[in-house]
């Protein structure tokens, strides 16, 4: 852990500041302390605010066996391309700001707001953030904690930018895990999420059948049995009859046969999977109190922006009050 990262912290009891062994520099061991007697230890340089991966052992597995699956290359940019088609961010939107990667897996995402100048503070529940500080941990402006989405240390206020792709339909209530997000932002701040959308109802109703005995089986069997992706491609181009297949029999469809790998296990691993539409996520993005919200692609992708007050002194019941005035953007 920088110490530097525990200005931004919060105590989870009290809500109060979090004070490190030591003022600057690198802490791999050691504890931060709030005056109300809360202690959080810091293991292997990653403060851990919860003691076990409880639901997301499978993400831990996974991560810890793909560290750079994901990861963009000299040949590739695969998760560049798909950060900036999320978020509808440029590479210039990033110098400077302070990011949160909410869900940070193995940091394939924070890797790549990292190169274009952002300080990034990932947050992951399973112990893929060890796998995490592994990759990114050198760079002096990545940031990395171990804690719950549903119950984050983290100031309100703090972030220029929120994004969590592919994370909030896995965790137990998706709306409460991204409205837990929100007063995090500094005013004029962007939230960009991206989700599994519900708009295929065959393929979501094969995914959950399967997954009520997959998530049941071994990591390690689950996970040989997801190497069957591999051939399954091949088939599954086949025009006409892959479109078929792909909805009774789900699998991951990437090039790359580890991905394909990676993506089967993902998808059949998942203790908690949600599927939803733009409608349903835009009134999320209302009931935030966000504005400038836009509907993006690839389905489920949306982004929003956190009003900056300004003053609109109007007179209410004879009273002066301050305002927050907001455009009204309606769902495409």
């Known amino acids: 852990m920088k110490a530097e990262c525990a200005q931004w912290l919060k105590c989870l009891s ?32 990653v403060p851990r605010f919860v003691g076990t991966d409880a639901y997301a052992a ?25 950060f900036f088609q999320v978020t509808g961010l440029a590479p210039t939107d990033l110098a400077g700001k302070r990011v949160l990667d909410a869900g940070i897996g193995a940091g394939r995402f924070a890797d790549v707001v990292l190169r274009h100048g952002g300080t990034t503070v990932g947050v992951d529940l399973s112990y893929a953030i060890d796998v995490a ?5 050198s760079h002096p402006n990545a940031h990395l904690l171990q804690a719950d989405l549903l119950n984050l240390p983290l100031k309100p206020g703090t972030f220029d930018l929120i994004f969590s792709i592919g994370v909030i339909m896995t965790t137990a209530d998706a709306r409460r895990t991204f409205l837990s997000l929100v007063p995090l932002l500094k005013p004029g701040g962007t939230i960009a999420i991206w989700i599994y959308d519900g708009y295929d109802r065959v393929y979501g109703a094969s995914s959950d059948f399967y997954r009520r005995f997959t998530t049941r089986l071994p990591h390690r069997l689950l996970y040989a049995l997801s190497h069957l992706a591999v051939p399954l491609y091949y088939l599954y181009r086949i025009p006409g009859f892959g479109a078929i ?3 009774w029999l789900p699998i991951g469809m990437h ?27 835009y009134q999320w993005f209302q009931d935030g109190g966000l504005t400038e919200i836009e509907p993006r692609e690839p389905p489920l992708s949306m982004k929003g922006q956190r ?26």
């Open 14 to 45: 009290c809500g109060g500041d979090l004070e490190v062994d030591q003022p600057s520099g690198e802490v791999v061991d050691g504890r931060l302390r709030c005056r109300c007697g809360v202690v959080v230890p810091i293991v292997r340089g």
């Open 58 to 82: 499978n993400f831990t597995f996974e991560w810890q066996r793909h560290r750079r699956t994901q990861f963009d290359s000299e040949r590739s940019r695969q998760s560049e391309e798909r």
């Open 133 to 137: 500080r592994e990759n990114l941990g």
């Open 245 to 247: 297949a792909l909805k």
């Open 255 to 281: 090039p790359n046969w580890r991905w394909r790998v990676l993506d089967t296990f993902d998808a059949y691993g998942m203790v908690f999977q949600s599927r939803h539409r733009y409608p349903e996520v």
């Open 307 to 332: 009003p900056r007050p300004r003053e609109d002194r109007s007179r209410v019941n004879g009273r002066e009050e301050m305002s927050v005035v907001s455009p009204v953007v309606s769902p495409s």
